[in-house]
């Protein structure tokens, strides 16, 4: 075959035909586009447009600009407004011609400022993409399961700048301290007062929070102010954003609330789990965590809403060999006994809700060196204690083996998808309001994307004989309800 050589000859052709023809049937935004009936956005909006004026650039527009965006993977308003210019299917997406200008990158950004940045616009397409799964029936909110993942900040760890912050009370800390006080007037003991400032703090809603009057020295980024320094095991230590978010057994994300990167998992879960369970507590069965999770407080929460933790086993820290697991307790006399004989009495509670059992003296006791450094020893039971055991033991049922390993199928499959294709792997955004912004957008596109795919399916089935059609229904409904192999099912 002989070699063709065009010297680099360029086809200044004109292109016959509308932008619809050169759009492939099975491209994503098709897909996207039939998923939903994209016009609710004005409803959201209307209120923040005036009567008079020039005609503004239209909403949906704007907003399908923001679902390119994160739907591709590209992270960049500048680059995106530059990818639809050449791009005709992202054109055919937004709806304007070949003659039409494409919005700036500034529009939008001028757009954020003076009319969405304060609104809630953002959480309510989250919540209608979510509400048209739901009706879909693709969702399934039985069993939930929830993490914590976080996002590089825009800021450099090395500019940063030493500060003393009040230590914000925890959720719980005015009924634990009345839990505390009954049990210390039990044993003829002084009731603790409650530790009080007049200073207030605001929370991640911004809402005004009381302080406990202690303080703590943090690290504060001179460039993000709002972002926390992160530092989690092999991890590199960053200024980051942490979300904490919920999803359904099909991997449709429900909740996800945005808080600074130094904040604890197991603090920031109350935010996400208060939303949660004002829009589905009814439904709510299974709420599967993992590790970082297994403590008295969120056990005692989540039964307090009739719901079952999904907890996994958590690894005592420290060196000692024997652990409070190894003390017997006398429930008649309220007293632990340790492995050589030893009796441990009640001495007081603490104010973090700490029970403490200590021995009068262990001398002379062999595996002291392993038990304990102190001078006697002392086991520490907490009194909400009891939640966590009645997690733990849900362990050994049939049902927690069948639902713990959907962990890695759904909520960190997950993140792993938005960190690798969604641009959730760090941000340009600084504060923690459009932070919270971009995850609702991301986890819509997440949402959006899925929704697409399976419609899209379903279609296909459809336009399949009925004969053929019903067999294949019958078959993903058999290999949905079965934990055999494809291959095993097909077999038999």
Same mark, same amino acid.
């Given at each position: 075959?002989?070699?063709?050589?065009?010297?680099?000859?360029?086809?200044?052709?004109?292109?016959?035909?509308?932008?619809?023809?050169?759009?492939?049937?099975?491209?994503?935004?098709?897909?996207?586009?039939?998923?939903?009936?994209?016009?609710?956005?004005?409803?959201?909006?209307?209120?923040?447009?005036?009567?008079?004026?020039?005609?503004?650039?239209?909403?949906?527009?704007?907003?399908?600009?923001?679902?390119?965006?994160?739907?591709?993977?590209?992270?960049?308003?500048?680059?995106?407004?530059?990818?639809?210019?050449?791009?005709?299917?992202?054109?055919?997406?937004?709806?304007?011609?070949?003659?039409?200008?494409?919005?700036?990158?500034?529009?939008?950004?001028?757009?954020?400022?003076?009319?969405?940045?304060?609104?809630?616009?953002?959480?309510?397409?989250?919540?209608?993409?979510?509400?048209?799964?739901?009706?879909?029936?693709?969702?399934?909110?039985?069993?939930?399961?929830?993490?914590?993942?976080?996002?590089?900040?825009?800021?450099?760890?090395?500019?940063?700048?030493?500060?003393?912050?009040?230590?914000?009370?925890?959720?719980?800390?005015? !009924? $634990?301290?009345?839990?505390? #006080?009954? =049990?210390? +007037?039990?044993?003829?003991? *002084?009731?603790?007062?409650?530790?009080? &400032? %007049? !200073? $207030?703090?605001?929370?991640? #809603?911004? =809402?005004? +929070?009381?302080?406990?009057? *202690?303080?703590?020295?943090?690290?504060? &980024? %001179?460039?993000?102010?709002?972002?926390?320094?992160?530092?989690?095991?092999?991890?590199?230590?960053?200024?980051?954003?942490?979300?904490?978010?919920?999803?359904?057994?099909?991997?449709?994300?429900?909740?996800?609330?945005?808080?600074?990167?130094?904040?604890?998992?197991?603090?920031?879960?109350?935010?996400?789990?208060?939303?949660?369970?004002?829009?589905?507590?009814?439904?709510?069965?299974?709420?599967?965590?993992?590790?970082?999770?297994?403590?008295?407080?969120?056990?005692?929460?989540?039964?307090?809403?009739?719901?079952?933790?999904?907890?996994?086993?958590?690894?005592?820290?420290?060196?000692?060999?024997?652990?409070?697991?190894?003390?017997?307790?006398?429930?008649?006399?309220?007293?632990?006994?340790?492995?050589?004989?030893?009796?441990?009495?009640?001495?007081?509670?603490?104010?973090?809700?700490?029970?403490?059992?200590?021995?009068?003296?262990?001398?002379?006791?062999?595996?002291?060196?392993?038990?304990?450094?102190?001078?006697?020893?002392?086991?520490?039971?907490?009194?909400?204690?009891?939640?966590?055991?009645?997690?733990?033991?849900?362990?050994?049922?049939?049902?927690?083996?069948?639902?713990?390993?959907?962990?890695?199928?759904?909520?960190?499959?997950?993140?792993?998808?938005?960190?690798?294709?969604?641009?959730?792997?760090?941000?340009?955004?600084?504060?923690?309001?459009?932070?919270?912004?971009?995850?609702?957008?991301?986890?819509?596109?997440?949402?959006?994307?899925?929704?697409?795919?399976?419609?899209?399916?379903?279609?296909?089935?459809?336009?399949?004989?009925?004969?053929?059609?019903?067999?294949?229904?019958?078959?993903?409904?058999?290999?949905?309800?079965?934990?055999?192999?494809?291959?095993?099912?097909?077999?038999?």
């Amino acid at each position: 075959m002989a070699m063709t050589v065009r010297n680099n000859a360029k086809d200044f052709g004109f292109m016959l035909g509308t932008i619809e023809e050169y759009v492939p049937e099975n491209h994503l935004v098709r897909k996207l586009e039939e998923t939903i009936d994209w016009s609710f956005i004005y409803a959201k909006v209307s209120s923040l447009y005036s009567d008079k004026g020039r005609p503004s650039v239209d909403p949906v527009i704007l907003f399908k600009m923001i679902f390119i965006n994160y739907t591709f993977g590209i992270n960049s308003m500048r680059k995106t407004c530059e990818e639809i210019k050449v791009n005709l299917a992202y054109r055919w997406f937004l709806g304007t011609g070949l003659d039409e200008a494409v919005p700036n990158y500034s529009t939008w950004s001028q757009n954020y400022i003076r009319r969405y940045g304060d609104s809630e616009v953002f959480e309510e397409i989250f919540d209608h993409i979510l509400k048209q799964a739901i009706d879909k029936g693709y969702v399934d909110v039985s069993t939930v399961f929830g993490d914590s993942t976080h996002q590089k900040a825009s800021a450099n760890k090395r500019k940063a700048t030493d500060k003393e912050v009040a230590i914000t009370r925890k959720v719980y800390e005015k !009924e $634990l301290l009345e839990e505390i #006080n009954e =049990e210390r +007037k039990t044993h003829d003991k *002084k009731p603790l007062k409650e530790v009080g &400032s %007049t !200073e $207030l703090d605001f929370d991640e #809603n911004g =809402e005004e +929070k009381e302080v406990t009057g *202690k303080a703590k020295h943090i690290k504060e &980024s %001179t460039t993000d102010p709002e972002s926390g320094l992160y530092h989690k095991g092999e991890h590199e230590k960053c200024f980051a954003y942490s979300h904490q978010t919920f999803c359904d057994r099909n991997s449709f994300v429900l909740v996800s609330k945005t808080v600074p990167g130094n904040i604890h998992d197991s603090v920031s879960f109350y935010a996400a789990y208060e939303v949660l369970n004002d829009k589905y507590k009814d439904k709510l069965n299974n709420i599967c965590l993992d590790a970082g999770y297994n403590v008295s407080h969120i056990c005692r929460e989540i039964y307090r809403n009739d719901q079952q933790p999904v907890l996994p086993y958590h690894q005592p820290m420290g060196k000692k060999e024997i652990r409070k697991k190894d003390f017997t307790y006398d429930e008649q006399t309220d007293q632990y006994i340790c492995p050589q004989g030893c009796v441990l009495k009640y001495m007081t509670t603490t104010r973090e809700g700490y029970r403490e059992y200590r021995c009068s003296n262990c001398e002379g006791c062999t595996l002291k060196a392993r038990c304990t450094s102190r001078k006697n020893k002392s086991v520490y039971i907490h009194i909400w204690e009891h939640y966590r055991k009645q997690a733990d033991e849900y362990r050994h049922t049939e049902q927690w083996k069948k639902t713990y390993p959907l962990r890695k199928q759904t909520i960190e499959r997950v993140f792993g998808d938005a960190k690798e294709n969604h641009c959730l792997r760090f941000t340009r955004l600084r504060g923690l309001k459009k932070n919270q912004h971009q995850a609702l957008m991301i986890f819509a596109c997440h949402n959006l994307k899925k929704m697409g795919l399976w419609d899209w399916k379903k279609r296909e089935i459809l336009s399949v004989s009925p004969a053929i059609s019903s067999l294949l229904c019958k078959f993903a409904h058999l290999f949905s309800q079965n934990e055999k192999p494809i291959f095993q099912i097909a077999f038999e």
